[in-house]
C-alpha cells in the first residue's frame, strides 16, 4: 500500500501539485447537516414532482373533454 | 364531485397542511438529536424516512386490495383505486429511496448496500413502477387492466416480507421499533414519529383521493368516447 504525506499549499505556481496520491485514513468530508438539508429538499421535490404530474394529466383529460365537445358541436 | 366530498377534501387537505407546518419546526427544533456516530443530525432523516415507508405500505395495501376486487368483478372504480395505489406507492417508495441512503451515507459510510431490507424495498418499488408504467403506455384494455391488477396483488406480497427481512436475513438496517429495538429514548422522538405518521397518513390520503379520481374521470371520458363513437355522434379518424 502507497502512503504518503502531502505537502503544505503553497502560493508560489512552481509548487502546485503535478499528482494526487491515494491518502489513508482521511476524514469523512460529508457533513451530516448537508445530507439532512439534501434528503429533506428531495422528498418535498419528489412530492411537487407528483404534484405537477397530476395536474398535467389533469390537464390532458380536460383537453380531451374540449375536443370531445367540439366533436359533437360538429356532428350536430 | 358532490358539494360533501369537496368539504371533506378542503377539510383534509387543511388538517395535512397543519400538521406538516406543526411537524417539520418539531422536528428540526424540538426533537434531540441522536446517533452521534453518524453526524447527530442525519438521525432526524428517521421523522420522514420511517413515516414515508409506513405510507407506501398504506398505498400498497390500497394498491392490493383495489386490485383483488378488480380481478375478482372488473368496475372503472376498482381499477382506478388500484392504479392509484401503484402510483402513490412509487411516489412514497422513491421518497424512502431518496432519504434512506443520505442517512446511510453518514450512519454506514455508503450510500447503498444489497442490505435484504433495502434490496426487498427496492424491488417493491420496481414492482409498482411497472404496473403504472404499464397503465400508462400499453392501453386500457381489459387484459392490460387485469395485468396491472395481478402485478400490484403480487407486489405487495412483498410487503410482509420487507418488514420482517431484518428479522429473517439480518444485514445493516437498524431495528429501533417493534422486533427487539430498544425504542426511542425520548418523549420528543417518539412524539415528532407519530406526529410524522399522522402527516403522512392524511397525505397518503390526499394523494390517493386526486389520483384516484383522475383515473375515474379518464375512464369516464373513455367509456363516453366509445359509446359516441358507436352510435355514430362521433368520429376522430
Known amino acids: 500500500m502507497h502512503v504518503n504525506q502531502e505537502k503544505p499549499a503553497s502560493s508560489n505556481p512552481s509548487d502546485r501539485s503535478t499528482e494526487f496520491v491515494a491518502v489513508q485514513g482521511g476524514g469523512d468530508t460529508t457533513s451530516a447537516s448537508s445530507l439532512l438539508v439534501a434528503a429533506y429538499v428531495g422528498m418535498w421535490a419528489l412530492l411537487l414532482l407528483f404534484i405537477f404530474l397530476s395536474y398535467r394529466r389533469q390537464a390532458r383529460v380536460e383537453g380531451r373533454i374540449s375536443e370531445l365537445e367540439k366533436a359533437l358541436d360538429k356532428s350536430r | 364531485m358532490n358539494k360533501r366530498a369537496n368539504a371533506i377534501f378542503g377539510g383534509l387537505l387543511v388538517a395535512t397542511a397543519c400538521v406538516f407546518a406543526y411537524l417539520i419546526p418539531f422536528i428540526f427544533l424540538k426533537a434531540p438529536i441522536a446517533q452521534i456516530q453518524a453526524g447527530g443530525l442525519a438521525q432526524k432523516i428517521f421523522y420522514f424516512h420511517v413515516p414515508a415507508a409506513y405510507a407506501m405500505y398504506l398505498c400498497g395495501t390500497v394498491c392490493f386490495g383495489a386490485s383483488a376486487l378488480y380481478l375478482y368483478g372488473p368496475s372503472d372504480a376498482r381499477d382506478a383505486w388500484a392504479r392509484a395505489g401503484a402510483e402513490c406507492a412509487c411516489a412514497f417508495g422513491s421518497m424512502v429511496l431518496l432519504s434512506g441512503p443520505l442517512w446511510a451515507r453518514k450512519a454506514w459510510g455508503v450510500y447503498w448496500t444489497w442490505d435484504p431490507r433495502l434490496t426487498t424495498t427496492l424491488l417493491s418499488v420496481l414492482v409498482y413502477v411497472s404496473v403504472v408504467v404499464l397503465r400508462a403506455f400499453a392501453g386500457n384494455g381489459d387484459a392490460e387492466r387485469k395485468f396491472a ?89
Do not use: C
Open chain 2, 149 to 237: 391488477a395481478a402485478l400490484g396483488v403480487l407486489g405487495t406480497v412483498n410487503l410482509p416480507i420487507i418488514h420482517y427481512s431484518v428479522l429473517k436475513w439480518g444485514g445493516n438496517h437498524p431495528t429501533v421499533i417493534g422486533q427487539g429495538g430498544g425504542g426511542l429514548r425520548h418523549p420528543a422522538m417518539i412524539q415528532a414519529l407519530m406526529i410524522g405518521f399522522v402527516a403522512m397518513t392524511l397525505l397518503a390520503a390526499l394523494l390517493l383521493w386526486l389520483r384516484a379520481r383522475l383515473a375515474l374521470s379518464a375512464s369516464r371520458l373513455l367509456r363516453i368516447e366509445e359509446r359516441a363513437i358507436a352510435s355514430g355522434q362521433l368520429d376522430y379518424d
